[in-house]
């Protein structure tokens, strides 16, 4: 019972993180919703998540990783919720606007100055009335619950 708990965790330490980072890419490249700044950090944490669960898949009975990586979700979510706050204008944000100017290309000037500028303080999509930096909170703050409660349960 105990190491089936552990492998649970391991494996919600890992497709937790990689399936909102998915989100987030098909978000961006299908959808054409450019991350801010703001949104770049919430990935950040869960790049981190996943280098910790990958690491606990290579280390299987050592727990660290695995809490490594539940924490690293749960600051995406607390990140993620910060910025849903910023988003409805609860709160002001540390930055205003980011852009993604795209690299390479014959003149660097002309793809900076045409690359979009994206508000952190503006939603660019929500589904009843839930951002995507909401949905990251939600998600995150369940995942990183989950991972911990299975790695509870494994003792």
Do not use: K
Request: glycine share 10%; proline share 4%; net charge positive.
């Amino acid at each position: 019972m105990a190491d089936a708990m552990l492998t649970r965790a391991r494996w919600a330490a890992l497709v937790v993180p990689a399936a909102l980072l998915g989100g987030a890419y098909v978000s961006q490249y299908v959808f054409g919703l450019f991350p801010c700044e703001m949104c770049w950090w919430q990935r950040y944490a869960h790049f981190a998540a996943l280098g910790f669960a990958a690491l606990a898949f290579g280390l299987p009975r050592q727990r660290a990783p695995i809490v490594l990586a539940a924490l690293a979700i749960g600051v995406s979510a607390l990140i993620g919720g910060f910025h849903a706050g910023v988003e409805y204008h609860w709160w002001e944000g540390v930055t205003h606007c980011a852009s993604t100017a795209a690299s390479g290309g014959d003149d660097p000037l002309a793809a900076i100055m045409n690359a979009p500028l994206i508000r952190c303080d503006v939603a660019q999509w929500t589904l009843l009335g839930v951002s995507l930096a909401g949905f990251n909170f939600l998600l995150s703050g369940a995942g990183a619950v989950t991972v911990l409660h299975f790695l509870r349960r494994a003792r």
